[in-house]
């Protein structure tokens, strides 16, 4: 079966370029389905290489070259979509798959969905019309980025256009999920999008791989003995990935308990703009911006964390939420998206609403206090995840639904 990935990340064709958050998991999907003799993959992503395609490891790799554009020519909405159409097709073409598979519904790949007979499946990651809808945080709007300080040109701009920018991708995706029959994912909230924008597609349940160094090591979390309170939460740039509430949770934090602690936040590479935009300077309130980690750095910060604090504002099945989960880290999340697929409230991790940092803080001060209940949540997080997570049993689910797409056709 020769099967044909669109890929957000170059996956292990150059896995050193995959960073810490939305990729690193299709490296490690590629790793186990490298071991299937009855597959021949190929692998498409946007990367600088001047060559058509490369065979390296029996895996044929195409680099897509992706000229940035000017944010002029974004403002403009000058798109070369017709271009890119193209060279995928003519990769499909060279490649010759029975499947395809696209990795998320929102980049431009699902275009060919409307120019192939070949069946495509589409496994979901986000979904933009959901998350246009929660883009900015409380008392945040566009004009923000006009008048505050701490963000760089490119960003400011970014935030700027960000409102029209967000409704054309969605008006896109959601096309894009229209014009597809078949579709994979792991929670209960893409599969009830799915069937709200395309009632007639058919949707498989898949999880996924997680990264090898939370998989295959012999560490895990355990309660510490100790007055010292440490908050981790591994989020990215986007404004609805909850900045906003760490600094306003942690300001309750300071001014309403005596909890010697620190949040230290990865992801992220400077928090000025919210600084600015909410009074809160980090270091006043014991938030420390710790940039980008390596995997193995996280495994040992998240074992030795008091909890795991995930304070997205939308969000669908974030594997940095599941990898602290097979490590046994308490969790405490957001109740938005498809995170009550990953979390049960109450036994594998404490779920709260949105926007609520009066609620994360009395939280926070509960799980530290509360040992017995930290416990229970990691053993009962860790079982499932191990569970939810395994390498072979994901891999023989990926192989069924192919099977079951080429029988449908």
């Not at 020519?73 to 598979?101: M, R």
């Not at 799980?367 to 049993?393: G, M, T």
């Amino acid at each position: 079966m020769r099967v044909l990935w669109f890929s957000v990340t170059p996956s292990l064709f150059n896995p050193h370029t995959n960073r810490h958050n939305g990729g690193g998991w299709i490296a490690s999907l590629e790793q186990i389905i490298r071991t299937e003799q009855s597959i021949q993959l190929g692998v498409a992503f946007e990367f600088p290489d001047n060559h058509f395609c490369r065979d390296k490891d029996g895996v044929v790799y195409y680099p897509v070259q992706c000229k940035k554009r000017s944010w002029i020519k974004k403002w403009l909405n000058n798109s070369n979509e017709e271009k890119k159409t193209k060279y995928y097709l003519k990769i499909i073409e060279d490649f010759k798959p029975d499947l395809i598979q696209i990795f998320g519904s929102e980049n431009d790949f699902g275009v060919i969905c409307q120019y192939t007979q070949i069946p495509v499946v589409i496994h979901m990651q986000g979904c933009i019309p959901p998350y246009h809808n929660a883009l900015f945080p409380v008392r945040m709007n566009s004009f923000d980025f006009v008048f505050h300080r701490g963000l760089s040109l490119q960003r400011r701009i970014i935030g700027i256009r960000s409102q029209h920018a967000f409704h054309k991708r969605a008006e896109k995706e959601i096309k894009i999920v229209q014009s597809c029959h078949y579709f994979m994912g792991r929670t209960e909230w893409d599969k009830s999008l799915i069937n709200l924008f395309n009632p007639s597609a058919t949707y498989f349940h898949c999880e996924e791989v997680l990264r090898d160094s939370f998989m295959n090591n012999n560490k895990q979390w355990k309660v510490e003995v100790s007055d010292k309170i440490k908050i981790v939460s591994v989020i990215s740039n986007p404004w609805y990935k909850g900045v906003d509430l760490i600094l306003k949770t942690a300001q309750l934090l300071k001014r309403f308990t005596g909890l010697d602690f620190k949040w230290q936040v990865y992801g992220v590479q400077n928090i000025r703009f919210y600084e600015h935009k909410y009074k809160i300077k980090a270091v006043d309130v014991n938030v420390k911006i710790m940039g980008t980690a390596s995997k193995e750095e996280l495994v040992d910060t998240l074992c030795s964390a008091t909890c795991y604090v995930h304070p997205s504002y939308i969000d669908n099945s974030p594997n940095s939420l599941c990898e602290a989960q097979v490590l046994g880290v308490p969790v405490l999340a957001t109740y938005v998206g498809g995170i009550s697929s990953l979390v049960k409230n109450g036994e594998t991790g404490i779920l709260f609403p949105a926007n609520a940092p009066y609620t994360l803080a009395a939280l926070i001060k509960r799980i530290s206090a509360d040992k017995e209940l930290a416990l229970q949540l990691s053993y009962k997080a860790r079982q499932q995840a191990i569970e939810r997570h395994n390498p072979n049993a994901i891999r023989t689910r990926l192989l069924e639904i192919y099977k079951q797409i080429l029988d449908q056709k």
